[in-house]
């Protein structure tokens, strides 16, 4: 009898646990889903801090429409079925609105979700040009410009600019590199005026890339382009420049990160790599960095600034249409502009940032400066 | 010029190949070994192995941080790095086999196996978490030679040190299994182990012995690829791992010579596959030649049962 | 008393071992982009006081094992015989009604629970009946998740029409994996395996013109089935009953295999190559056939993943999940069918209930697996024979 009710309160107890806890409120929910743990995770802990930061200032001053505005971090370690399964769980919890997701294939996977929900979602990072440009995704906006600009902007600053004949491009094999090579392939090709001599992809983490560096030496080319993150871009570079090869080498903005030159040290010195606009000039830019460092310690990651922009304008729009209901978010969104450290916003109909743009950099002397 | 220009590239390029491969094929033979003798021994696959070769690359990383950021530079940091990570990396390996092999030497053949694969899981998390996720640039402690400084775009000093320190460890590998007590100790235990025992061979020791040399290998090859390449994260010991497993299997499983050609083949195979076809599918050749090669010979190109044979 | 004192002095040097092994790693933290070192000494302490704590634990439970004589179960459930009725009929009722009692996130989860099993019990034909060490089973997840979201995007074929399509394309790469095994024994056979997982695996990453590369494939549709899908409540609801169907099609599948002549046998296969052949069972088809049916049932899985999740890229596809599939089916008890089910729920719905310790997820994982192999080798049922009742 005793093992009968024992093992009948533990599936009890087991299935009691699976049952959530109701939450009962008056606040604003924002979502914010990316990558907080994983080796990904250097791109998605700096967005939760920005929302936690714009978060504490605005619920200081008295809170969205009154109300207090809560946050509610999933992790999604950038893994597509992950990123269903949070987007989900916010679902279920009732969110309001969305900041995320960090990856484009995360993002994509998750936004069928939040779309037949109706849920605004903002991304700080997804790059992914498909995702506004396709029409699919009426509720997704970003505040980054897509990799198509990217692309576009390397491709002209090395043909126009450096009047570059022989380009080799190379990518990490993945959606973000691969994408961003592909555009900047088909722009090269399109242009005539310089030869794709080596379109190759390396494999992230492998044990060395003296073949693919020897291969790019073989080919002649003037320049490479890279399309990927600053791990494998700094390996790329010193590789190369250790075989005395004085390849131009360009690349995104996976790459325009201060930690590629503490990396790469004196290997970085030359290397062109496209970024948002520089906006370090901005008072908001400056009061955000300082308030991070305040509370976390150190200095704010990979699209900080993003993501406390993507909170601002989100909360904004809620301020401004003055609901949480989807059609009022998105009207105020696309009509309202909103005062961000990366400038003063609004958004266009397929959900891409007017006034977020790339420019171009250079590492001159250790640091990035921007090329006019 | 009885050689025209671009015939004398393609020759260049061949050999800058092969030179890239066999770099890469030593630092695969060196992890490759260790996967090999411990199968020789207790008839498993290491899967945390490759975790042990990352922690070495970490211990040496700490080690010439701390002592470059009190002065000390050069070689006397390198041989300090090298040193302590191979102490640690041991260390390391043994306890392994003590928490996470030794219980279940009775145990069915696929129970040690999955205990690997959790260990491994379990050291990964644990460097990311008590270190950080990011990559961590490694100093580049081998300095440069002179007499290197006029064919260094062919080859660097690094590379270099990898083939001579490889060479090196075969030779004294060889020399331990053939002809000390140790080794015959070691090659009895893998033999059979009963019958070791009988004959008074403390076969625990052998073992933890086993694991012990498997380990430093690992971490003098971790320690090795960190200088060269430049960077390390905790995510590099299952890339590294699963290669190596791929070559020593290759050469044959148990085999220590086998170990050593199937890092060479692999690593060859795919610097050749990268510089003449495509770097995309260069895993994919890799993987495609060891199907091949056991289709042909079933038990790995030298290998025979699971005897560790010199 | 004795026995204490050993204890605990043994159970400090294993402390102060774990103190010094973990000393570079836990306690300095060198940064070398910023040039800083940090020293945590605390981490020191919490380390040799878990260490000793776990230690003492340890040697007690040893002690009481090698003591009492009786290895007294981890899992040995005695219930009289009027219980186990009620209990069935509690479980039973629990399962249908459980997707209106929860929300639609845990639903999911379960749902993805209930697709392990299912993969548990397909690999567990592979390597609990035959024996055959599969290490790359997820190439033939990939296999039908991309089958069908490719016959989807290619010529709209919706998910009943292409569930047959990818049992048979699946079932086709077993057959295609299996030629080439077939020679090859033990460890070998599983290097090759896991060759064959990745090699799938890099190919769908890296041939756009057919897979969409590393971007995957989005917009996958749901099954249709009376417009239920297309609201995200109904859809989880529809999806959590439509794998229960699939999971009591194929236990009732596994279980009528195991008690046929094939899977005698595989059964034979396993015990020995040798004797099976020399008895006259044909070991070429009886290992294709492990393969190829194993082989099936992942396909399926896969389709079904394709269209719960509807977004798959190649990095669902790691080896990981390969891993993580046979740990399944070890710790369940090779063969054991139940086995399999109570452990694919504990290993897939843990991670997601330990969602509360983020960071430590993975970490905490690993050392189950390791605990869980170390205290029950030999899985959570293990193998009984068929017996005969004792008259």
Known sequence: ?372 | ?310 | MLKIVENIQSSFWTAIWFMLLTFPIMVIKVNTIDHTIEWRFKNMIWVGLSVFILSFLRQLYIQRKVGSGINKKFLKIHIKNKYYFLIAIFVILSTIFFPHLVSAYQVNIMTTAMIYVVLGLGLNIVVGLAGLLDLGYVAFYAVGAYSYALLNYHFQINFWTALPLCALLSATFGVLLGFPVLRLRGDYLAIVTLGFGEIIRLILENWNEFSFGPSGIANIPRPPFAGLENNIQTAAILMYYLMLLMVLFTIFMVNRLQNSRIGRAWIALREDEIACQAMGIDKTKTKLLAFALGATWAGLMGAFFAAKTTFINPACFTFLESAIILSIVVLGGMGSIFGVIIAAFILILLPEYLRAFSDYRMLIFGASMVLMMVFRPQGLISKVGRTYNKA
């Not at chain 1, 809560?70 to 399964?85: F, M, R, S, V």
């Not at chain 1, 509720?139 to 990217?150: L, V, Y």
């Not at chain 1, 392939?185 to 399109?190: D, E, G, I, P």
Request: charged share 20%; with cysteine.
């Open chain 1, 1 to 372: 009898m005793l093992k009968f009710t024992s093992k009948a309160l533990t599936v009890l107890f087991v299935l009691f646990l699976m049952v959530p806890v109701l939450h009962a409120g008056e606040t604003i929910h924002l979502g914010v889903a990316g990558a907080h743990s994983g080796d990904l995770a250097s791109y998605g802990i700096p967005s939760v801090r920005a929302a936690e930061l714009v978060v504490e200032m605005i619920n200081s001053r008295g809170g969205v429409l009154g109300k207090k505005v809560e946050i509610w971090a999933e992790d999604d370690a950038c893994k597509p079925e992950l990123a269903t399964n949070t987007a989900t769980r916010l679902i279920s919890k009732d969110v309001h609105v969305v900041m995320g997701h960090i990856c484009s294939g995360a993002t994509k996977a998750a936004l069928g979700i939040y779309k037949d929900m109706n849920i605004i979602t903002m991304s700080p990072s997804a790059t992914n040009p498909d995702l506004t440009q396709s029409g699919n995704y009426p509720n997704f906006f970003r505040t980054i410009a897509s990799d198509d600009a990217q692309a576009r902007l390397e491709v002209d600053f090395a043909l126009n600019k450096l009047k570059l004949k022989k380009i080799a491009v190379i990518h990490d094999k993945g959606d973000y590199g691969k994408g961003l090579a592909e555009f900047a392939r088909m722009f090269l090709q399109k242009s005539g005026k310089a030869e794709v001599v080596l379109y190759e992809g390396i494999t992230p983490g492998a044990v060395d890339y003296s073949a693919v560096i020897r291969k790019i030496k073989r080919s002649k080319a003037e320049a490479v382009i890279y399309g990927g993150y600053h791990p494998e871009a700094s390996k790329l570079v010193s590789g190369i420049r250790k075989k005395r090869m004085n390849t131009i080498f360009i690349s995104d903005d996976g790459v325009k990160d201060d930690t590629f030159i503490k990396v790469a040290k004196k290997y970085a010195e030359g290397v062109y790599a496209t970024g948002p606009k520089d906006v370090s000039k901005n008072p908001m830019t400056i009061k955000a960095i300082a308030d991070h460092k305040k509370k976390y310690g150190d200095d704010p990651g990979a699209f900080f600034l993003n993501a406390y922009s993507a909170t601002l304008a989100l909360l904004n729009a809620i301020e401004k249409s003055g609901s949480t209901k989807y059609t009022k978010i998105k009207n105020a969104l696309q009509k309202e502009y909103v005062e961000t450290p990366l400038g003063k916003i609004r958004f266009d109909n397929r959900g891409d940032a007017v006034g977020v743009g790339f420019s171009m950099y250079q590492v001159k002397n250790g640091s990035y400066v921007e090329v006019k």
């Open chain 2, 1 to 310: 010029m009885i050689l025209s220009e671009s015939f004398y590239e393609s020759i260049l390029y061949f050999f800058e190949l092969f030179l890239s491969g066999i770099t890469r094929g030593s630092i695969y033979a060196l992890i490759a070994l260790g996967y090999t003798m411990v199968y020789g021994i207790i008839e498993l696959i290491n899967f945390a192995h490759g975790e042990i070769y990352m922690i070495g690359a970490f211990i040496a990383l700490i080690v010439s941080g701390i002592m470059t950021m009190y002065g000390y530079a050069g070689l006397s940091v390198f041989f300090t790095a090298m040193i302590v990570a191979v102490l640690y990396s041991s260390a390391y390996g043994f306890t392994l086999e003590k928490i996470a092999y030794k219980p279940l030497r009775n145990a069915p053949r696929l129970s040690p196996l999955i205990s690997a694969i959790g260990m491994s899981i379990f050291l990964q998390n644990y460097v990311m978490l008590a270190q950080t996720s990011d990559f961590m640039p490694f100093p580049s402690l081998i300095p440069d030679f002179e007499f290197l400084a006029l064919i260094d775009y062919i080859i660097g000093a690094p590379e270099v040190v990898i083939l001579i320190t490889t060479v090196i460890v075969m030779i004294a590998l060889t020399f331990l299994i053939k002809y000390t007590r140790i080794g015959k100790a070691m090659r009895a235990t893998a033999q059979d182990k009963k019958m070791a025992m009988l004959v008074g061979i403390d076969i625990n020791k052998m073992i933890s012995i086993t694991f012990i040399i498997g380990s430093a290998l690992a971490a003098i090859a971790g320690v090795l690829i960190a200088s060269h390449i430049g960077q390390i994260n905790f995510y590099i010991g299952f890339i590294a791992g699963i290669k190596a497993f791929t070559a020593a299997v290759l050469g044959g499983i148990g085999s220590i010579p086998g170990a050593v050609l199937g890092g060479m083949v692999l690593g060859l195979t795919e610097s050749f596959a990268t510089g003449y076809v495509s770097s995309d599918y260069e895993d994919v050749f890799a993987f495609g030649l060891l199907v091949l090669i056991l289709i042909v010979r079933p038990s790995g190109l030298i290998g025979k049962t699971t005897t560790q044979k010199v």
